[in-house]
């Protein structure tokens, strides 16, 4: 029952790469990590580790990292050491003047899934609490804000029902827009496993590539890129026709079915065919497979998310779980698998501009007069917060005069490069709080504030099935670097003088653990109620998943499971929207489809683990993959340089013939940015079309064209 703490040489954490959150344990000598193996008691893992996982240990050369202030007096000049009094009055004072002089939506925060939990509560609080902004977005909104609307209007609540083991006991399981293998690779380990144990598991899995994931696939639907919500819709006029669907369950728990059947009698077997680009016989055969299943789990992720029809997607899936009644039963129910380690953390405390803590709206009157009467403020802020692509449009066109952000690398990961690093170099105030120093982002910084990392900070974190972990420090953190959240107290505390004189701090945190304690109370009552949770608790009884009351002794596996939804009636809802096609098309110009995503063994922007030659050996470079016969049709050869272009920007690479690629598509990884390229990575390529809705981009596909690049 008890999770191991700490022996004297073991730390018993949580691996800080992706959203399955496994539990590791820290071997150290108190100042150095010496080693990293699986927790077995971590209900995430039980005792595996991936790739990253496993050489965590050999991430930690101080050469790439911040590890002193570093301030700039001007623009043009080099940044130089500083300490942190100096560094953070300074902030405290352009931060303050720039409020005073422009008013607070001058300013705003960019924050990250890589924060903890008590980090995100402090930024949260600082944000609108104090400064009075709702410029508050996180690169969560890269990653699910389309999974969040996509549960927030179909089900109620920002809450994946479902947990890990389900996906062991389903019987029949879709994978949408996942490279499971790759992504999320301790879970995948554990649905091979059940797979083997039982052979009749249906898999089906839905991607423009057949990746490595699709080597447990039953059926692989190689779809044309974007058009999903067309395939869910063909999916659910097959169901009907065929009666596989679950009339009791849409009578009693549910709402706007007929609207939904009117729509998807449009989309036949034979118009959905030839639309995504498969034989009307594999659609009939997926339709199948759900509509007789007895239990039937949806698993998705950016395939989905990343699109300028993101929350359509989320939804449509959804409806097939709600006509099917599969939600709120073992082995059944849609969950979308989170990116980041902590980015339902974000969620939960408000990390988005449009949200607050506790699942609550900005937007929402009632929610904004309780979180204010929480922290004793006379208001929240009323005006709309940017979102990420917003936010950084703003700081281009002068808007925001000051940014901060928090342990993540924008001058990499946002779409349309060029556009962002003009608004980082132009931008009069900078401030980069942050573990490495060696990311783009840290170029752009006037004030450069060392961030303490993994293995040397506490907070929690919530993986993607609503299980709340416990992060915990093993070694002191290195030179002058400090955890987040005190940073971010830090700079509250000085700009209270200035903004709030005379009262009492709102920032009097001293361990990670009070501000839990606090944050916790804003949840109280609400779907995601936790607030019987502490980290005393979480040491006692092991990672706890959501909702957790205050007067609960474990936490909770499904939801649901009383057919009861958070709506104003309990009933969900489906959601009838019709397909849209991607933003960008292919042309005479630009005649290739790129796609992008992740490698097995790079994390992000290789921050921390181009720190490791082990995890080059998997894939040494970036390389454009493209379908052999493409490569025969343009005349090139492997390895042959050359220059890819879209209508934002363009890079040179390598060219590979992959088989995984179809062909008129193409495919970049998303880790190598201008530290390794000639260019500024693949995000030069990418556009900033979003998703009206959740405003996530559609980093998932951009029309791009190819040259050979001419040796000198
Ligand atoms: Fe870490 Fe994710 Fe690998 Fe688990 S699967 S070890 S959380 S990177």
């Known amino acids: ?56 240990h050999k991430t930690g050369d101080l050469a790439a990292r911040a590890l002193y202030p570093e301030l700039r007096l001007g623009k043009g000049m080099a940044r130089s050491r500083t300490d942190w009094d100096t560094a953070m009055d300074h902030a405290a004072q352009v931060f303050g003047r720039t409020i005073a002089e422009h008013g607070p939506d001058s300013v705003a925060f960019y924050i990250s899934g890589q924060l903890l939990t008590e980090d995100y509560y402090a930024f949260n609080k600082l944000a609108r609490a104090l400064v009075g902004t709702n410029n508050i977005d996180s690169n969560s909104r890269l990653c699910m804000s389309s999974a969040v609307v996509g549960y927030k209007r179909s089900l109620g609540a920002d809450a994946p029902p479902c947990s890990y083991s389900d996906i062991e006991t389903s019987d029949c399981l879709l994978i949408a827009g996942s490279n499971m293998a790759f992504a999320h690779p301790v879970l995948f380990r554990r649905l091979e496993a059940a797979k083997e144990a039982n052979p009749d598991k249906r898999i089906i899995v839905i991607d423009p590539r057949r990746t490595d994931t699709c080597a447990i696939a039953d059926l692989h639907l190689a779809v044309q890129p974007g058009t999903d919500v067309a395939l869910f819709h063909g999916l659910l006029h097959i169901m009907l026709w065929e009666g596989w669907i679950d009339r009791a369950f849409i009578d009693a728990h549910t709402e706007g079915f007929d609207a939904l059947k009117s729509l998807v009698r449009d989309y036949s077997p034979a118009m959905v065919s030839e ?33 300028s029809s993101g929350s359509a997607k989320n939804s449509a899936l959804i409806n097939l779980h709600l006509a099917t009644g599969q939600i709120g039963k073992p082995g059944s129910g849609p969950f979308s ?46 005006n709309p917060g940017l979102s990420a692509i917003e936010l950084f449009e703003a700081v281009r066109s002068g808007k ?27 931008c009069p105030f900078v401030v980069v709080q942050e573990a490495f120093a060696t990311t783009e982002t840290c170029r752009y910084a006037d004030l450069l504030l060392p961030a303490a990392s993994w293995g040397e900070k506490e907070g929690t974190v919530t993986n993607s099935e609503r299980c709340i972990s416990h992060v915990r420090p093993a070694i002191p953190a290195p030179a002058e670097t400090r955890p987040d959240w005190a940073i971010v107290c830090d700079l509250a505390q000085r700009l209270e003088k200035q903004l709030r004189p005379g009262q ?86 630009f005649p290739l489809l790129l796609n992008t995503g992740r490698l097995r063994d790079q994390w992000h922007g290789m921050s921390r683990t181009g720190t490791a030659a082990q995890l080059f050996g998997h894939v040494e470079q970036a390389l454009i993959s493209l379908h052999p016969d493409e490569l ?41 940015g201008d530290r390794f390229l000639k260019g500024l990575g693949v995000n030069v390529l990418t556009q900033p079309a979003y998703d009206p809705l959740s405003k996530q981009p559609e980093l998932k596909q951009a029309a791009i064209s190819l040259q050979p690049v001419a040796l000198p």
């Open 1 to 56: 029952q008890c999770v191991l703490m700490t022996t004297s040489r073991t730390t018993a954490s949580t691996c800080c790469y992706c959203g399955v959150g496994c539990g590791v344990l820290i071997e150290h000598d108190d100042e150095k990590i010496l080693g990293v193996t699986g927790d077995p008691k971590h209900p995430a893992n039980l005792g595996r580790l991936c790739s990253k996982g496993s050489t965590l």
């Open 275 to 307: 639309l995504c680009g498969i034989h009307p016989d594999d659609l009939q055969a997926a339709a199948r497979m759900i509509g007789s299943a007895p239990s039937f789990m949806s698993l998705w992720c950016m395939g989905l998310n990343q699109s």
């Open 337 to 382: 698998l989170t990116g980041q380690p902590n980015a339902m953390g974000g969620r939960e405390t408000g990390s988005l501009s449009n949200l607050l803590p506790g699942h609550r709206e900005a937007a929402n009157a009632e929610h904004q007069s309780e979180v204010a009467a929480y922290w004793g403020v006379e208001q929240m802020p009323l």
């Open 400 to 426: 925001i005069k000051a940014l901060w952000i928090a342990c993540t690398n924008p001058a990499q990961s946002m779409p349309n490069q060029t556009l962002v690093h003009e608004a980082l170099a132009n």
């Open 504 to 589: 009492p701090s709102l920032f009097d945190f001293s361990r990670p653990s009070e501000l839990f304690d606090e944050y916790k109370g804003l949840t109280a009552g609400r779907d995601l109620d936790y607030s019987g949770l502490s980290h005393a608790m979480i040491d006692e009884l092991g990672p706890q998943q959501w909702p957790f009351p205050a007067g609960a002794e474990r936490g909770t596996a499904r939801l649901y499971s009383d057919g009861q939804f958070p709506t104003p009636d309990g009933r969900a809802r489906f959601i009838a929207e019709q397909y849209q096609p991607p933003q960008e098309k292919r042309d005479a110009r």
């Open 632 to 672: 025969r049709s343009r005349k090139l050869q492997d390895g042959q340089l050359v220059r890819v272009k879209s209508k934002r920007g363009s890079l040179i690479l390598p060219v590979q013939g992959d088989e995984q690629v179809r062909s008129g598509q193409a495919f970049i990884p998303m880790h190598w």
